[in-house]
């Protein structure tokens, strides 16, 4: 008599697949070249509140996107807000650039033989008005750098966030599939304690699926703690709590049917790179302040105005200050000011190696990432899944045992989580190229 496969087992076989819901969940396909236009437009406009059409609260309410937790955490990561306050320091250091020298009043008494004599004497600071449009030159590219440097924590923080997203999903489905094995490992060994009590099964039969349980266990134990500190390192980012009840939307899903563009990646990341905008812009403000160094050190303590005396009658004329540069004309400034120019330049230059090495990596890592991850679905996948057909066919013509059916399941499912890494890894990988071509600092 044939046996029928176990409805009991169902379960087991649908939850198997858990890896393949993933190609029905859309992913959110966002411009990501707006994070930084965005970002970029709000730095440079009026400074005041950006407007919120969505809360927090709003989207913690609905499961969390790649795309709605990059909305949440730049609206609600604190470091976001601290990055924009360096904006106010460089603002205020280019309205101190451009203030205006108040004047300085000087009055002296003198005493002689006579009525006592009085002194006035009114001077401005004419140097600081001439040297002005230097300073303030140095002072507007500080701001600009600063500026650059905003961006990149915006965009750097866009794509840490996306990343973490797919981390927390792929390690909930790892999760889920571990706790289906460890059930099914469960089933099996409760299986063979009856057939060892029966006289059905030897004792190596049955410690090997003891071993097969407590080594699911361990491993479900193992997934638990990996989906709670990729839960941490999203909420941490986002600026919330991970004892919260939100949650993440969806599984991972396939790989799209076209590829981001890879045969410039690395010219591409160099162009858009902000980090090395940024060092150019602080090379071109140490240069602005070299150049005010120089040109000041010549004339320092510069000073006119108007000098006053009582002799009986008020007489008036000008007055004139000047520091004698004998001992000391700014050479500490100036060549603090060309060291940091060289200091930025050299940053640059390695930055742009960096960068150029990072692309070429990235680019080889998500080619093969696509690949391993295609190569699973369409082959591995299914070869798994025929495999386990036909071993239920051998169980249900009792030419295979119930221990044989379920170390098939245990493999299909095994197989299933490798699909679920590698689909992370392909994730993980494109957003690194994204990252790069957006102008995204380069993660090694």
């Known amino acids: 008599m044939k046996r029928r496969f176990d409805p009991s087992l169902r379960a087991f076989a649908v939850v198997s697949l858990i890896a393949f819901t993933g190609v029905a969940c859309a992913r959110d396909e966002e411009a990501l070249s707006s994070i ?131 981390e927390y999903q792929a390690a909930l489905q790892a999760l889920e599939l571990t706790r289906t094995v460890l059930r099914a490992t469960e089933a099996s060994a409760e299986a063979a304690t009856n057939l060892h009590e029966a006289g059905n099964v030897t004792d190596l039969e049955l410690a090997t699926e003891r071993a097969f349980t407590e080594e699911a266990r361990v491993a479900a134990r193992r997934a638990d703690t990996e989906a709670a500190e990729a839960r941490s390192h999203l909420a941490a980012l986002l600026g919330i709590s991970d004892r919260g009840s939100w949650s993440a939307a969806g599984r991972l899903a396939d790989p799209p049917r076209d590829e981001l563009p890879l045969e410039a990646l690395e010219n591409r990341a160099v162009q858009q790179s902000l980090e090395l905008m940024s060092t150019q812009q602080r090379a071109d403000a140490a240069n602005q302040r070299a150049t005010a160094e120089k040109t000041e050190r010549w004339l320092p303590g510069l000073k006119a105005g108007v000098s006053a005396r009582d002799e009986g009658k008020w007489t008036i004329g000008p007055a004139v200050a000047l520091e004698l540069p004998l001992f000391y004309q700014g050479q500490g400034k100036v060549d603090a000011a060309l060291a940091q120019e060289r200091r930025q330049k050299a940053l640059g230059t390695a930055s742009a190696v960096d960068i150029r090495n990072a692309a070429h990596a990235a680019a080889t890592k998500l080619t093969a990432a696509r690949e391993n991850a295609v190569r699973y679905r369409d082959v591995l996948l299914p070869l798994r899944q025929r495999v386990l057909e036909e071993t239920e066919l051998h169980y249900n013509a009792m030419t295979l045992g119930v221990f044989q059916l379920l170390a098939a399941k245990r493999e299909q499912i095994t197989t299933a989580r490798t699909y679920v890494e590698l689909l992370r890894d392909y994730w993980l990988a494109r957003n690194e190229v994204e990252r790069m071509s957006a102008g995204g600092a380069v993660r090694f």
Do not use: C, H
């Open 36 to 166: 930084r236009s965005s970002a970029d437009a709000r730095i440079r406009g009026p400074r005041r509140a950006p407007p919120r059409d969505e809360s927090a609260e709003q989207l913690l309410a609905r499961p969390l996107t790649a795309d709605s937790a990059t909305r949440l955490a730049l609206l609600n990561n604190a470091r976001v807000r601290a990055a924009y306050e360096e904006l106010g320091i460089a603002r205020a250091a280019v309205v101190d650039a451009l203030r205006l020298p108040n004047p300085e009043l000087d009055a002296a008494l003198r005493f002689g033989k006579g009525d006592p004599e009085i002194e006035l004497l009114a001077m401005l600071g004419l140097g600081e008005l001439l040297f002005m449009p230097l300073r303030a030159n140095a002072a507007n590219a500080e701001l600009d750098a600063t500026r650059t440097e905003v961006v990149a924590l915006v965009v750097s923080l866009a794509f840490d966030v996306r990343a973490a997203v797919y």
